[in-house]
């Protein structure tokens, strides 16, 4: 089922996430509709938070449009180390209308539960390093536009507030 993406300023979306104890059809249920949400709408990644669902489980699809679908679940994950460093445009789902350059790391391990319990590892580099340590932040309340230097920060907010009276 598709759900409701939140959007920034929601508060929602500074909130720290849990992990999940034990997967229960519930939690397959929230991955389903996950995957849902993000292929319809459509993004790369998609962290529980953004629908609302303070559970730390992520998905990504970075295949390109002419590629078949490759979702990555990852439920409690956890980057286990970084090297290097990147600076590419981000976009976030919550964030609409808005892109910028974040710094991040270049290259990722990472390690979290499947749909089965069982413990996955990625190294990661490029794009998928990106979306991992972006829908990560998402389950510690932080966004893409918090790592921007305070006056592109500044600049941002006075953008959204904007956008926000003119919709009123
Ligand atoms: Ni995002």
Known sequence: MIRTILTYPNPELKKKSVPVTIIT??????????????????????????????????VIDISGKDEPPD????????????????????????????????????????????????????????????????EIDHLDGILFVDHLSSLKRELFQRKARKAAEEKR
């Open 71 to 134: 979702l990555i679940v990852a439920i409690n994950p956890e980057i286990v180390y970084a090297e290097g460093e990147a600076y590419e445009e981000e976009g976030c789902l919550s964030v609409p209308d808005y892109a910028a350059n974040v710094k991040r790391r270049a290259r990722v391990i990472v390690k979290a539960l499947d749909l089965d319990g069982a413990e996955q590892t990625w190294k990661a580099d490029d794009l998928l390093a990106i979306a991992f340590q972006h």
């Open 25 to 58: 059809d519930a939690v397959r249920e929230l991955v389903q509709d996950m995957s849902d949400t993000m292929y319809d709408a459509p993004g790369i990644g998609l962290a529980a938070p953004q629908i609302g669902i303070h559970q730390r489980v992520i």
